[in-house]
Nanobody, 122 residues
């Protein structure tokens, strides 16, 4: 079975940076678009960004546009989320996911990771 494992979360001051990684088992996920989502306490899970199966295109939600960058290395079966200029509003559990473009666009996926906590202090 395909397994997604996020890492790299932690505590950072406002204005700082973190780089999250998502390792996926096998090469199956190399045929999927990959997305990042986040969920803050008391809020619904929201779309952060996504990258197409071959890394040719990326898409970002307005709150993170210009601050976050998604990349993938299919040879290493990894997807990364570089987060710069972090703000307290970015505090959430971040999830990586694999799915079709339409799935990811509407908050759905075929596979989900367990999530990693990102906390941004003021």
């Amino acid at each position: 079975q395909v397994q997604l494992v996020e890492s790299g979360g932690g505590l950072v001051q406002a204005g700082g940076s973190l780089r999250l990684s998502c390792a996926h088992s096998g090469r199956t996920c190399n045929t999927y678009d990959m997305g990042w989502f986040r969920q803050a306490p008391g809020k619904e899970r929201e779309f952060v960004g996504s990258i197409t199966w071959n890394g040719g295109s990326t898409f970002y939600a307005d709150p993170v546009e210009g601050r976050f960058t998604i990349s993938r290395d299919n040879a290493r079966n990894t997807v990364s989320l570089q987060m710069n200029s972090l703000q307290p509003e970015d505090t959430a559990v971040y999830f990586c996911a694999a799915g079709s473009p339409n799935q990811l666009a509407y908050g759905r996926a075929t596979y989900w990771g367990q999530g990693t906590q990102v906390t941004v202090s003021s």
